[in-house]
């Protein structure tokens, strides 16, 4: 993929020469880590080009688009490439399926060109950052890197092979590990009681469990406040780990402690996990310009960011309650949950839902959770999966979308597609069929 990727960036830098460019990406944390990081990279190269940030590549919007400059595509366009005969010229930077051939007009950078036996889980962000050095090959863009690891952890990279560890090579990081609650960086008890990555029974939405939890492991506070989770002595972080462990008695706890990853941000060693959070925050709320001024050193933007993030949770929480308080939206089935919410959860956060409560003790794993809600032309759909066994969402999304139009695409453990209102019932009974038939596979 190196040879790939420095042909592209050489084909680009020949083109954009003469000719405006546009980038288009997505607006989750990947996709607007890789615009950051592409953004940054254009103006010290001084090309002339604009920037959207998009929900997802609808064909319509495709289809609009200038015929007269280069089209950059980050963290979206493998699964449209067959619109793209009628552009100029099309670069795609993308980590998703590919589901046709590319066009002779269109470069594609994705892992999954290469064979089987190299192939690497690297996020968009992660190709965009190797893009952007071979833009520059006298190093000026390595400090981009760190862009490109909020982007891997947005994005729940696991995998670290050669090229994502020459981007951790590359980057201002400081890699330990820890408990996966975060943000690693602040008060512990703030962190334990918001941590909905990782529910702790009893504690996580609890702050007289959380104060249970620190005082039997032996955690106090120190100048008034109490240590965060970087700064626990090895004893501590012993004990934290022992008394989390006794909570979650029962529970799948081999996602317990993983690598935590700290970059330095606005001069501030941050949790990469907060600031993905952050950005992910504002673009679902409506304010991708936020979330990119944010990644390109705005400290308006970092503000602005933090309020966003707070109504945000409050969001979450009441999206939350009415999952556990609404039967009629519910179909329970054998490993599988489907949530219709309709309009009573925003579809920019459906997906968030979902993934948090895969994440939770509620459910064995394997156990598919599927989430609906209304959007303004139809309905948008997220599937996750619990753990790992065996189960593909996106297997599963693209098996059920042969038979309804519109937009799909995701990885083995997160998937997601767009239907119309019409079709709601028919994909209903047909995604509850494969479900089941998946199950019974696995």
């Not at 965009?128 to 947005?154: E, Q, R, T």
């Not at 996580?204 to 109490?226: A, M, N, P, Q």
């Not at 039967?327 to 219709?340: F, L, Q």
């Not at 303004?376 to 996750?384: N, P, Q, T, Y």
């Amino acid at each position: 993929m190196k040879e790939v990727i420095s042909r592209g960036a050489q084909n680009f830098l020949n083109l954009s020469k003469d000719s405006k460019v546009l980038v288009v990406s997505h607006f989750d944390t990947d996709g607007v880590t890789s615009a950051s990081i592409i953004c940054k990279a254009f103006k010290r190269a001084n090309i002339n080009f604009s920037m959207k940030i998009v929900k997802s590549l609808r064909d319509d919007f495709v289809l609009s688009l200038p015929k007269d400059r280069i089209i950059v595509f980050s963290d979206l366009g493998s699964g449209s490439l067959e619109l793209f005969s009628d552009l100029l010229k099309v670069f795609v930077i993308d980590h998703h399926e590919i589901k046709t051939k590319p066009l002779p007009n269109t470069v594609l950078i994705n892992p999954h060109l290469l064979p089987d036996s190299e192939y690497e889980d690297i996020c968009s962000a992660g190709i965009a950052y190797l893009f952007s050095k071979a833009l520059s090959p006298d190093g000026s863009n390595k400090d981009l890197a760190s862009l490109a690891i909020i982007g891997m952890v947005g994005d729940l990279v696991k995998t670290i092979g050669p090229y994502n560890n020459e981007i951790l090579t590359d980057a201002d990081v400081i890699i330990k590990k820890g408990l996966q609650i975060y943000p690693a960086t602040r008060p512990l008890n703030k962190s334990l009681e918001y941590s909905s990555r990782m529910i702790i029974p009893g504690v996580t939405g609890d702050i007289k469990g959380v104060l249970k939890l620190l005082r039997e492991s032996g955690i106090t506070k120190v100048d008034g406040k109490f240590k965060s989770l970087i700064d626990l002595d090895e004893e501590e972080n012993s004990r934290l780990i022992t008394g989390v462990i006794l909570r979650r008695r029962g529970l799948d706890n081999s996602r317990l402690i993983d690598n935590i990853y700290l970059v330095k941000f606005f001069g501030k060693l941050e949790d990469a996990r907060e600031i993905s959070a952050k950005i992910n925050a504002c673009s679902r709320l409506g304010r991708s310009d936020i979330a990119l001024s944010f990644c390109v050193g705005s400290k308006k933007a970092r503000k602005d960011s933090e309020d966003i993030y707070a109504d945000y949770k409050q969001m979450l929480v009441s999206a939350l309650r009415f999952v556990d308080s609404s039967k009629d939206s519910k179909i329970v089935g054998n490993d599988y949950v489907i949530i219709n919410a309709k309009d009573q959860i925003r579809d920019t956060i459906i997906g968030t839902v979902t993934s948090i409560l895969s994440f939770s003790s509620k459910y064995k794993e394997g156990t598919a959770i599927l989430g609906m809600s209304y959007n303004e032309s139809g309905i948008k759909v997220s599937l996750r999966i619990v753990g790992n066994n065996g189960r593909k969402a996106h297997k599963i999304i693209g098996g059920v979308m042969k038979n309804f139009s519109g937009e799909w695409g995701g990885h083995d453990n997160a998937a997601g597609c767009t239907i119309s209102r019409d079709d709601e019932v028919k994909f209903l009974e047909s995604v509850k069929h494969s479900l089941e038939y998946s199950e019974l596979k696995v």
